[in-house]
């Protein structure tokens, strides 16, 4: 399995970036998939998820309204547009995938790290001041 971030980079505040994760190796369609970031010093968190239609997503409480995630399921790839970026959202971001092991579940039982089963090897944003 190999999940492939890409379009980080350096933006100013108040600016906006769609990062890419193009996933291959997995039945894409019958997966979870998950971005998290990581700041330095500190602890993996969760951004965003997405159900394996793209019909449900979820979203970190404190990032609600500047993130959006999306799928592509004919290309193998998720999306996660970050709009009024500020300097706090400087951080590795990784792509995660999970398999789906219950008919019953919620969008919301996928904010823990430790329920994706395959991880990207990330892609780095920084934001100015």
């Known amino acids: 399995v190999q999940l492939q971030a890409s379009g980080g980079g350096l933006v100013q505040a108040g600016g906006s970036l769609r990062l890419s994760c193009a996933a291959s190796g997995l039945w894409f369609a019958s997966n979870i998939m998950g971005w998290f970031r990581q700041a330095p010093g500190k602890e993996r968190e969760f951004v965003a998820s997405?159900?394996?239609?793209?019909?449900?997503?979820d979203y970190a409480d404190s990032l609600k309204g500047r993130f959006t995630i999306s799928r592509d399921n004919a290309r193998s790839t998720v999306y996660l547009q970050a709009f009024s970026l500020e300097p706090e959202d400087t951080a590795g971001y990784y792509c995660?995938?999970?398999?789906?092991?219950?008919?019953?579940?919620?969008?919301?039982?996928?904010?823990?790290?430790?329920?994706?089963?395959?991880w990207g090897q990330g892609t780095l944003v920084t934001v100015s001041s």
């Open positions: 997405i159900s394996r239609s793209g019909g449900d997503a």
């Open positions: 995660a995938a999970a398999r789906v092991r219950a008919i019953g579940y919620s969008i919301t039982d996928f904010r823990e790290p430790g329920r994706y089963d395959d």
